[in-house]
């Protein structure tokens, strides 16, 4: 018989506007305070005590407009926001600063989260819409060299990018990006050679969200409609569907795969949070607490496994924090 779903474990409150973008920093040796970091609606970035279930301190610096991505860069105190004032901010949070030291402008006036991936120690790249409608650009940084722009094949109609995950098979081989677009696409880039290796059609609508599992090469990616679509990457490089799931209700805001690739977890315009065995797919959970559109959906980096929590953002301006590691 399957277990009744669980309670929130707590419901963080305060954030005045929809929550649209999570990340935690939990990994740091005690006494490290571990952290959630939120992005909301109203513009502002709420860094979030899970000791006290608390806000610490409160950041603005997109100009009142909506935050939809949030990350740590190597440790709590660097942060990197992106805003819908066109702008990606580099924050230095050490000894309590608030400021942000630098900013990345985009022009980009879609909703598409950038994406980061270490490179060397101190050195990042990252993905993001590009001006130019259809074009994703990679940049250096800190140093925001630029190193190339990917662009479509001439007539491949892709549309806007809406959703990038840059990553690679191991530290120092070629890094690669997967990006989601607007015709239902996800195509894998090679970054050193900024061309396209392969294209599939997953969905009939804009790819809203993906997530993808480099030791295993499969990837998932959800829609506005009611399929979630899973795809590997065979040797040749080339994607191909590897499954689809048909869920209950249409529309998914965010899917991610847990760090130790045993669940993911979707993010519903249905309100609710599906929890699924990465390996089958099979549903185990729907934790049913939102009264809107949960908006993202994100697993801690607790090094100790059993302390591991999921925590989902909604336009219902809370925050729940769950924890289903025993249950799975």
């Not at 990553?167 to 894998?188: H, I, N, R």
């Amino acid at each position: 018989m399957a277990l009744p779903p669980p309670d929130p474990q707590f419901v963080l409150r305060g954030t005045s506007a929809a929550v649209h973008t999570l990340h935690f920093s939990c990994g740091g040796p005690e006494p490290d305070i571990p952290l959630l970091f939120s992005g909301s609606e109203n513009g502002f970035i709420h860094v979030w005590n899970l000791k006290t279930h608390r806000v610490d301190s409160a950041l603005d610096g997109h100009g009142r407009k909506s935050v939809y991505c949030v990350k740590t860069m190597g440790g709590k105190e660097k942060l990197l926001s992106q805003g819908r004032d066109q702008r990606i901010c580099l924050w230095d949070l050490a000894e309590g600063r608030t400021a942000v030291t630098d900013s990345v402008c985009t022009e980009h006036v879609g909703f598409c989260r950038c994406s980061l991936l270490k490179v060397a120690q101190g050195r990042w790249l990252m993905a993001m819409a590009a001006r130019s409608l259809e074009e994703v650009e990679i940049l250096e940084l800190p140093s925001k060299t630029s190193v190339c722009t990917l662009k479509p094949e001439v007539g491949a109609k892709l549309g806007m990018p809406m959703c990038l995950k840059l990553w690679q098979l191991s530290c120092g081989s070629q890094p690669v990006l997967l990006a989601g677009y607007e015709d239902g696409s996800v195509v894998l880039w090679n970054v050193s050679m900024g061309k396209a290796l392969s294209r599939l059609l997953c969905h009939q609508e804009p790819v809203m969200s993906l997530d993808f599992d480099a030791e295993k090469a499969k990837g998932i990616s959800g829609s506005s409609e009611k399929v979630l679509s899973i795809w590997s990457l065979n040797e040749q490089q080339n994607l191909q569907v590897y499954k689809t799931h048909e869920l209950v209700n249409a529309g998914i805001s965010d899917v991610t795969i847990r760090p130790d690739k045993k669940i993911l977890a979707t993010a519903g315009w249905d309100h609710r949070i599906r929890i699924f065995g990465w390996k089958k797919l099979k549903p185990l959970a729907v934790l049913d607490y939102h009264t809107a559109t949960a908006h993202c959906v994100s697993f801690s980096d607790h090094s100790n496994p059993p302390e591991r929590l999921l925590a989902a953002g909604s336009k219902d301006q809370r925050i729940s924090v769950w924890s289903i590691y025993a249950q799975t």
